[in-house]
């Protein structure tokens, strides 16, 4: 039984930057493709981003050129590197395991979740 872990989050000010981190304990993810969603407060579950296994990557459109997902796979670590944040980006973020190759944006894709971290970005 796999388990992820989310580290990170916090309170920021609008314009600076956070790295969210997600350790895997219980098995080894680094055949999984990963994932970060976000549930803004009082909304749906959303879509950030997602990284292979070969290192493709696919984010969404409102996180584009902002974020940055990475992972490190002898770690058994996926890391999120946010910038110039927006109050909007304010949410609980979570993390993601598929044990699909493809990038995903359907969190029904995804079979392994963290508990979440959140984030909050202050105007």
């Known amino acids: 039984q796999g388990q992820l872990v989310e580290s990170g989050g916090g309170l920021v000010q609008a314009g600076g930057s956070m790295r969210l981190s997600c350790a895997a304990s219980?098995?080894?993810?680094?055949?999984?493709?990963m994932g970060w969603f976000r549930q803004p407060p009082g909304k749906e579950r959303e879509f950030v981003a997602a990284?292979?296994?070969?290192?493709?990557?696919t984010y969404s459109d409102s996180v584009k050129g902002r974020f940055t997902i990475s992972r490190d796979n002898a770690k058994n670590t996926v890391h999120l590197q946010m910038n110039v944040l927006k109050p909007e980006d304010t949410a609980i973020y979570y993390c993601?395991?598929?044990?699909?190759?493809?990038?995903?944006?359907?969190?029904?894709?995804?079979?392994?979740w963290g508990q979440g971290t959140q984030v909050t970005v202050a105007s």
């Open positions: 993601a395991a598929d044990r699909t190759y493809g990038l995903h944006t359907a969190s029904a894709a995804y079979d392994y």
């Open positions: 219980g098995r080894t993810f680094m055949n999984y493709a």
């Open positions: 990284i292979t296994y070969a290192l493709s990557t």
